[in-house]
């Protein structure tokens, strides 16, 4: 396979790419060169302002109203995106939403479901439908980069269903690039992005624990962008991320707890929560 750059003349598709990291993700495929773009978001009309700019760039920048909570939606969405600009060679599944309250206050559809469905399933099913041609393409570098959460690692109060969405999208993205390693289609990289919370609007209202400031989106950007054309596995940020890994995967559960909540606050982190509902 040639030595190329992963980004570079691809063709990338980027979900939740209206605004925030998304809009951020595409933004840089375009300042290094990638030959098209698509965006997809719920939010069309804010999609194409972004496109719109992309466009002066000298890109191909194609925009798609989509609702990944439907499987159905995704793969009509891949149907049109193959006959407008073809298969992404780098995939970015980015689109996420959070309803930060105790698990009983979350309502079974709405929440639940729906959180679960673009969290986790739609990252999933988006992978699924685009793969095999990424499997049989080995002209360049293919780049799968899933946004998941340090929630995703580390449990912390009211964020049950988000986090179970994001520990779900980690072991799927984990078992993905090892199945991808063991079959031999070492031209895929698969990258999983771990951070605390970010200043999006997402989390507005999260207080970050004990060392762990709230990272700008430029920053966190830049942490999975340089991870996912590096091919690395994991990028958990900022650094107190992969701590509260080790100490929770070492300490008995009742000290972690004690350690968790008294001295790195991460338990209270959620507790003047508000948010905006959408990346």
């Known amino acids: 396979m ?14 939740g790419a209206a605004r925030g990291m998304g809009e951020l993700y595409a933004r840089r495929a375009a300042s290094e060169g990638a030959a098209a773009i698509a965006l997809w978001d719920v939010d069309v009309e804010a999609a194409r302002e ?3 700019q992309l466009g002066r760039e000298g890109c191909a920048v194609r925009t798609y109203g989509v609702d990944i909570s439907r499987q159905e939606n995704i793969a009509a969405a891949v149907a049109g995106m193959r006959e ?5 060679d780098v995939l970015i599944n980015n689109a996420g939403i959070i309803r ?3 698990f009983w206050e979350h309502d079974p559809v709405g929440d639940i479901d729906l959180t679960m469905r673009i969290n986790a399933l739609a990252p999933m099913w988006l992978t699924r439908e685009v793969l ?7 002209s360049r570098p293919k780049r799968i980069l899933n946004i998941a959460s340090a929630a995703g690692t580390v ?13 779900a999208l980690i072991g799927w993205s984990e078992s993905l690039r090892l199945e991808l390693t063991r079959s031999g289609h070492g031209h895929i990289a698969v990258t999983t992005f771990c951070p605390s919370y970010v200043s999006t609007g997402m ?26 054309k590096a091919g690395r596995p994991i990028v958990a940020k900022p650094w107190t991320v992969k701590l509260g890994m080790a100490v929770r995967g070492v300490l008995p559960t009742p ?16 507790d003047h929560f508000t948010g905006r509902g959408q990346r």
């Open 100 to 102: 930060g309250v105790p």
């Open 132 to 138: 095999p041609e990424m499997m049989a393409d080995r």
């Open 2 to 15: 040639p030595s190329t750059s992963p980004i570079a003349g691809a063709t990338v598709l980027v979900t």
């Open 50 to 52: 972004v496109a719109e």
């Open 203 to 228: 989390f507005a209202g999260a207080r970050g624990p004990l060392l762990t400031p709230i990272m700008t989106p430029d920053r966190a950007v830049e942490a999975a962008w340089s991870g996912m």
């Open 155 to 167: 449990a912390n109060p009211n964020m049950s269903v988000y986090a179970s969405s994001k520990w």
């Open 255 to 270: 000290a972690w707890d004690w350690v968790a909540d008294k001295v790195f606050h991460v338990y209270s982190s959620m």
């Open 84 to 88: 407008d600009i073809g298969a992404p």
